[in-house]
């Protein structure tokens, strides 16, 4: 388990879905049995002994590592989706990407009051929509004290907009 490179697994595809970006595709990482249960057993070991309630995710690949996750620690998953999506009272939130807006809702009656909320995705870029996300978390009367990735970018600051809440990754690139 120690030598287990979890690099080895993410497949890293020029230019994908636009010119100059380099796409780190974990889906991969969900090919291979070994290194899907190598990052749930990562998440349950980062936040064994700190007292988490509930975890939520961010659609779509968000969903794939919090939801076993969930279920391991028999916590609730919080399903955080594009506007739309969601059937019931929700919450809100637009936020900027580079060209453009989102808007992503969160099922108010989801949001435990009170309660601490792993907040997760798969991989972390600009931070801007977790950040998103937290504020709707946060609205909702949520407490988000830690804030969890399989991948992260931190050359693209998501340490800025995201603090002051502690930011783990399990595997970091310098560059995109
Ligand atoms: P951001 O809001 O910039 O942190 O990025 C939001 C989402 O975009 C994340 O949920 C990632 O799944 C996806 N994403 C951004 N950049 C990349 C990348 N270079 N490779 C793979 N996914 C990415």
Redesign the pocket.
Known sequence: MASFNLDDYIRKVPDFPKKG?????ITSVLASPEAFKFCIDKMVEIYEGKQIDAVAA?EA??FLFAAPYAAIMRIPLIPIRKKGKLPGVTLSKKYD?EYAQAEIEVHSADVPRGKRVLLT??????????NAARSLLLEGGAVVPEIFGI?G?PF?N?RQILDPTPVTTLITYDS?
Do not use: K, S, W
């Open positions: 970006i380099l796409f780190y595709d961010i690949r968000g990407l995705d798969d991989l972390i870029a600009t931070g801007g929509t977790l991948v970018l693209l998501y995109e």
